[in-house]
């Protein structure tokens, strides 16, 4: 556990998480682990994911049932999807998400937390019982509605293993819509990624913005937008995954 312990350090500059090995107890007391289906292999038929990011190149793509076809539908952060069903789809089986930018799902949708510091563990427990952290950098929801077998962990060292292996160091640490691709390289046969990179006017921010100039998020230094983009259009060419690149 103490490696864990330095990986929590690592990512977001933690100098003392306070109980690791007792957070990770109350953890999995309180979720109970079952296997979700995405992680039940079967060779009985193909397994297709899309994975959908939230690029302003969705805009006018009409790709929304294009993604709904998919087996299962990956969506990350704080992504809407009512208003927007004609070109970003209404179906989602797994979102992607932190504390900070955790936002409600639906019933039957899985929450895949990617927990970036140790203070992302205590919580997903406090949310899902006593409901008293409500601010970790920024306020966060007390409480959560998520269906406590509905939710899966992104385990600390896979992020590390991203990190090295796939970015080379590139950032400070992976973001959510690279983790979540890697993830479905992983555990899908088929992986099509939708809403990732620019618009067709070389800008970037998110589809249901008004301000299309927008795209801060580039220049914070934290994740290395340029490297990740460019190890996908990679995975593109050799035929690893299929980028749609919007309309």
């Not at 003392?16 to 953890?27: A, C, D, F, V």
Request: charged share 20%; net charge neutral; with cysteine.
């Amino acid at each position: 556990m103490f490696t864990l312990a330095l990986l929590f350090i690592k990512l977001q500059g933690e100098r003392s998480p306070k109980g690791i090995n007792e957070t990770i107890q109350e953890l999995f007391e309180i979720i109970p682990g079952d296997r979700d289906q995405l992680l039940e292999r079967s060779n009985s038929r193909c397994r297709r994911c899309a994975v959908v990011g939230n690029s302003g190149n969705l805009k006018q793509s009409q790709y929304g049932q294009e993604i709904n076809n998919h087996d299962f539908v990956f969506r990350m952060n704080k992504a809407p999807t009512v208003g927007f069903e004609s070109d970003v789809g209404c179906k989602t089986t797994h979102h992607f998400v932190y504390p900070e930018s955790y936002r409600e799902l639906g019933e039957n949708v899985s929450m895949v937390l990617i927990p970036f510091k140790t203070l992302d563990l205590r919580w997903v427990i406090s949310a899902l019982t006593t409901g008293t952290i409500n601010h970790t950098y920024i306020p966060v929801p007390r409480k959560i509605k998520v269906n406590k077998d509905k939710i899966l962990i992104y385990h600390p060292v896979f992020i590390k293993y991203v990190y090295d292996n796939w970015l080379q160091h590139h950032g400070r640490y992976p973001s959510t819509g690279f983790l979540s691709i890697i993830f479905a390289l992983h555990v899908c046969d088929e992986v099509d990624l939708y809403g990732f990179g620019a618009d067709s006017k070389g800008n970037w921010h998110h589809y249901w913005e008004n301000n299309p100039s927008s795209g801060a998020f580039r220049q914070t230094g934290v994740h290395d937008g340029d490297f990740e983009s460019n190890i996908t259009l990679t995975l593109a060419s050799i035929d690893k995954i299929r980028f749609f690149k919007g309309r």
